[in-house]
C-alpha cells in the first residue's frame, strides 16, 4: 500500500470519529485537572480556581495550614466586623473596611498566600478587591463565609464570653475571713486611718472591715480592687515572713529595701513604711507552713515585671503573698490556693490575662480547665511573659484595651 493510501485513510478515519475523540481528550484533561486539584488541597498550581475556597477546601487547607516550609501555609485573616466569632488557626483580625488603615499588618510578600473570611462573604469579597488594589496577588475568601463553614459542620468559637469566665460578675472570694485584719493593722500604725480614708472612698461594707473587722470572706471584684490590693498590701508589707528573710529583699537588696515601690510606695502608714517590713506575727505560720509559702511564692509572677512573689517589690506583689500567707496559714489546699491568687491577678491585670485565656481558648482548653500553677509561673505572668502572650494573640477583636492596675496606694 502506498504512502499515500496509508495518509488518505488515516485522515478518513479522523474525520469519521473526530467528536468521539474530542470528547475523550476532554475527559483525560478533566480527569487530570481533577488529580491536580485534590493533590493540592483545591489550589491549583495555575490560575484557573478562582478567587473563592469552600468551606471544604478550607478544611483540608487548615490541616497543613502550619507545616513547615514547602507546606500548604498561608494567613487566615477575619475581616468581619463587630466580632461574631472566628474559625481555627486565625491569624488576625483586620475589619473589612480597614485593610488600607492596617496595610502594614499585613503580609510584607505581595505574593504570600492569604485567605480572608466574615460573617456570610459579603465583607470579605470586599476585602480582598480591597486587597488586590494594594498589589496582592495571592488572595480569596471563603465562599458563604462562617456560615458556610458552620453548614459544612464545623466549629466557630466565640471568645466574647472570656471576659465573664475570667473575672466572673461575683468575683473571686477567698475562703478565708477578714477577721480583725484592719482594726489590728491600724493599731500598729501600719495603716494610717485618716490617710487610708483619704486616699480610698470607702462603702459601708469596706468601713466595717477597716474599722470594726468582719467575718465575711474576703472577695474581690471589679469594683473593689483598689481596697482590696491597699488592704492586702499593707497587711503583707508587715508580716513576718520567710520571703524577706531569705529572698532578694532580706539578701542581696537588704540595704535597698526602702526604695521598691512596695515599701517606699506605702505612704498609708503613721511614719516610715520599712519600719513596719517583715515585723508582726499577723498571720500564724509554723516553720513547715513558712517554707510553703517560700516554694509558691516562687512561682507566682505578674506581668508588671519580671519578679516573683519571693521578691515582692511592688504593691501586687506584697498583696499577692498575703493571700499566700492566709491560704497557707488555713491549710487550704496548693490547687486551690494557686486558682485563688490567678483569680486575684485576673482583676488586677486584666487585659494581660484574657490575652491568656484566649491563647488557651483556640487550643480548646476552656479558662476553668487551664492549670493555675502554670499560668502563674513565668511563661505567662512575667512581665516577659505576658507580653509574648500578647504579641502572639494580638489584638482582642471584642474588647477594647483597659490600663490595668498600678503599683501606687
Not at 89 to 118: E, G, R
Not at 237 to 248: H, N, R, W
Not at 300 to 324: E, K, Q
Amino acid at each position: 500500500m502506498s504512502k499515500k493510501s496509508i495518509v488518505g485513510k488515516l485522515n478518513k478515519f479522523v474525520d469519521r470519529h473526530a467528536r468521539r475523540i474530542t470528547v475523550f481528550l476532554v475527559v483525560i484533561i478533566f480527569a487530570l485537572i481533577g488529580v491536580l486539584v485534590g493533590k493540592s488541597g483545591g489550589i491549583l498550581p495555575f490560575s484557573v480556581a478562582s478567587d473563592t475556597v469552600s468551606a471544604k477546601q478550607l478544611v483540608r487547607q487548615l490541616t497543613d495550614k502550619n507545616l513547615p516550609a514547602g507546606g500548604q501555609g498561608f494567613t487566615f485573616i477575619n475581616v468581619h466586623t463587630p466580632y461574631e466569632g472566628e474559625i481555627e488557626k486565625t491569624d488576625s483580625f483586620i475589619d473589612y473596611d480597614q485593610i488600607v488603615a492596617n496595610s502594614a499588618s499585613l503580609p510584607k510578600d505581595k505574593n504570600a498566600p492569604i485567605i480572608l473570611y466574615c460573617k456570610t462573604g459579603r465583607m470579605s469579597a470586599e476585602a480582598l478587591e480591597t486587597m488586590k488594589k494594594l498589589g496582592y496577588t495571592n488572595v480569596k475568601h471563603l465562599a458563604g463565609g462562617m456560615e458556610a463553614w458552620q453548614k459544612a459542620g464545623r466549629a466557630i468559637a466565640d471568645l466574647r464570653t472570656l471576659e465573664a469566665d475570667v473575672l466572673p460578675k461575683e468575683g473571686i472570694e477567698l475562703p478565708v475571713s477578714w477577721a480583725d485584719i484592719g482594726p489590728r493593722l491600724i493599731a500598729l500604725g501600719v495603716i494610717d486611718e485618716a490617710k487610708f480614708r483619704q486616699a480610698v472612698k470607702l462603702t459601708s461594707e469596706q468601713e466595717e472591715i477597716l474599722t470594726r473587722g468582719s467575718n465575711t470572706n474576703i472577695r474581690i471584684d471589679r469594683s473593689n480592687a483598689q481596697f482590696i490590693v491597699d488592704m492586702l498590701w499593707a497587711l503583707g508589707l508587715a508580716q513576718k515572713s520567710v520571703v524577706y528573710d531569705e529572698g532578694p529583699m532580706g539578701t542581696e537588696y537588704k540595704k535597698e529595701a526602702g526604695n521598691f515601690a512596695s515599701t517606699g510606695g506605702w505612704t498609708l502608714a503613721r511614719g516610715d513604711a520599712l519600719s513596719y517590713l517583715n515585723r508582726y506575727d499577723l498571720i500564724p505560720l509554723t516553720a513547715e507552713q513558712q517554707r510553703k509559702v517560700g516554694e509558691i511564692s516562687q512561682n507566682v509572677y505578674r506581668p508588671c515585671c519580671g519578679n516573683s512573689t519571693w521578691f515582692p517589690d511592688c504593691n501586687h506583689g506584697m498583696a499577692a503573698l498575703a493571700i499566700i500567707e492566709l491560704l497557707v496559714s488555713a491549710n487550704v489546699d496548693e490547687a486551690t490556693i494557686y486558682k485563688k491568687v490567678l483569680g486575684f491577678n485576673s482583676f488586677w491585670f486584666t487585659d494581660s490575662y484574657l490575652y491568656v485565656a484566649t491563647d488557651f481558648a483556640r487550643q480548646g482548653i476552656a479558662w476553668a480547665d487551664v492549670d493555675a500553677k502554670r499560668v502563674l509561673g513565668a511563661e505567662f505572668s512575667s512581665g516577659q511573659g505576658a507580653a509574648a502572650i500578647a504579641k502572639k494573640v494580638g489584638r482582642l477583636p471584642w474588647r477594647a484595651a483597659s490600663a490595668g492596675g498600678s503599683c501606687g496606694a
